[in-house]
């Protein structure tokens, strides 16, 4: 069946030299645009609109400079495309941007998007993440908690550097799609300061209408509150005024989604409890560390959502602080699989997506691709009659979507990788005589569980 969509064919932005890559972002999907030099970017492609909002947005990488830009930084600039088609031309700050858009007839086959790598094999992680390509987090926090440094080190991506120009409510609305991960769209509420009620209310908002979207790849997967633990000797506070009403405000509209408090920079709890002058030098700290936890952080929360049980966990973003991100990253996966799981055994689309785009816990990503994954495999008949070429393209697909490895020059999926790989296996494994490529797998070869 075909209709008609528009499409964006052709997208150019004029700027400085000093600009590094631009990316475009079109719905779900994310292109670099080629640099043509003295800052120009260009692409031509066939990316359909995303009908919702019909919003492109442009990251734009800046290299750091020596005197007045010490780090680099990455703007985001938002443009709502004109309806009908032809070219627009946006002018942003001394940024130049010229689109343009083409009506095309498209395909309403929801299979057709599926390619086959090869002889109609598909990799079996292409459905799951067709059904959910993004796993999508609100992180919720007062400004200065701490959420942009927590992302980084969770997803592997450097958010705390991004200067980002939309209005507050497209900022929480739209999400932001890094270029370092594109496997997660963060809705992050940046900005929230304490007593600002109508910050606290586009968030709920936004809550609400995420919880009536029908896809799932629109809905919220989960959602992380940021307090940083507050050292009371130094008069701070865990919960301002307006963060408290807001907890329990939102506790109803959040339930059912996946939440879990986090309490951020820890690590300067456990300095506090080490220089604690009246401290006996033999006590353990991280025991003390916990009771004051557990005193002035769990316990206040606690009460405030009326003695509901709350999952919380300690981190710290600092880089020689691994646990904490460890267990957030894993209990965020259990409760997304607990959440979005409808038939037992079976691989859901939305913890596949959490664990893909986590970069901390090895284990979650061995737990979605070997436990789930590889046993639903090994038990299909998916692999019988393929070449063993077709094969190995196929676990090779999957692979890398599990693992989500940072690969800007997208080495991992080229031919040349592909080649390399097989090769490989050639020498080592393929009996005399014979091709890897033209080894044909009949059923008994398949994996066993
Ligand atoms: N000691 C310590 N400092 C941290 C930690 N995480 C973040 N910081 C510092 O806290 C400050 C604010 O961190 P951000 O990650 O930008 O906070 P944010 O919540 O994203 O702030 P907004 O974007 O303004 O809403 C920065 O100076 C960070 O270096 C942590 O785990 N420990
Ligand atoms: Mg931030």
């Known amino acids: 069946m075909t209709s008609s969509a528009r499409q964006l064919s052709y997208i150019e932005l004029r700027g400085e030299k000093d600009i590094e890559c631009v990316n475009v972002v079109v719905g779900d999907v994310r292109r670099s645009l080629s640099p043509q030099g003295g800052g120009t970017f260009l692409g031509r492609f066939d990316e359909r609109l995303s009908s919702a909002t019909d919003q492109v947005s442009l990251e734009v990488r800046r290299r750091k400079t020596r005197f007045f830009r010490p780090t680099e930084t990455v703007k985001v600039y938002s443009i709502e495309v004109q309806s009908g088609s032809g070219r627009q031309v946006v002018k942003k700050g001394r940024v130049d941007i010229t689109l343009e858009v083409s009506s095309q007839p498209v395909s309403t086959d929801p299979g057709s998007s599926l390619t086959a790598i090869s002889g109609g094999l598909k990799p079996t992680t292409e459905e799951l993440i067709a059904q959910c390509p993004r796993f999508r987090i609100l992180v919720v926090g007062k400004t200065g908690a701490g959420k942009s440094s927590l992302i980084d080190r969770v997803f592997g991506?450097?958010?705390?550097?991004?200067?980002?120009?939309?209005?507050?409510?497209?900022?929480?609305?739209?999400?932001?799609?890094?270029?370092q991960n594109d496997r997660f769209i963060l809705h992050d509420s940046q900005g929230f300061e304490p007593g600002e009620g109508c910050n606290y209310d586009t968030v709920t908002s936004f809550i609400e209408a995420r919880k009536k979207e029908p896809l799932i790849k629109d809905q919220l997967h989960a959602v992380w509150f940021c307090f940083p633990v507050p050292i009371i000797q130094y008069g701070e506070r865990l919960l301002e005024d307006g963060a408290e009403t807001f907890l329990k405000q939102s506790n109803e509209a959040l339930r059912?989604?996946?939440?879990?408090?986090?309490?951020?920079?820890?690590?300067r709890l456990?300095?506090?409890?080490?220089?604690?002058?009246?401290?006996?030098?033999?006590?353990?700290?991280?025991?003390?560390?916990?009771?004051y936890l557990q005193t002035h952080c769990v316990e206040p929360i606690r009460r405030c959502l009326k003695d509901k049980a709350i999952l919380h966990v300690a981190v710290s973003s600092r880089p020689d602080r691994q646990r904490g991100l460890d267990e957030l990253t894993k209990l965020t996966y259990e409760r997304v699989t607990e959440s979005f799981t409808s038939k037992p055994n079976s691989v859901s689309p939305v913890p596949f997506a959490a664990a893909g785009a986590q970069r901390v816990e090895p284990g979650v990503k061995i737990k979605s691709s070997i436990k789930e994954y590889w046993r639903a495999l090994a038990s299909s008949t998916n692999f019988w009659g393929f070449t063993m070429l077709d094969c190995l393209g196929v676990i090779h697909a999957d692979i890398i979507s599990v693992w989500n490895f940072y690969d800007p020059s997208v080495y991992l999926s080229s031919e040349e990788f592909r080649n390399l790989m097989v090769n490989m296996v050639a020498k080592v494994d393929a009996p005399t005589g014979s091709s890897p490529a033209s080894t044909n797998l009949t059923r008994s070869d398949t994996f066993s569980g």
């Open 157 to 179: 991506t450097n958010t705390t550097g991004v200067v980002d120009d939309r209005p507050g409510k497209a900022k929480i609305e739209d999400g932001l799609i890094s270029p």
């Open 256 to 267: 059912n989604i996946p939440t879990v408090v986090v309490f951020t920079k820890y690590d």
């Open 270 to 291: 456990i300095t506090h409890v080490q220089v604690a002058p009246d401290r006996d030098p033999e006590a353990d700290v991280e025991a003390e560390a916990k009771q």
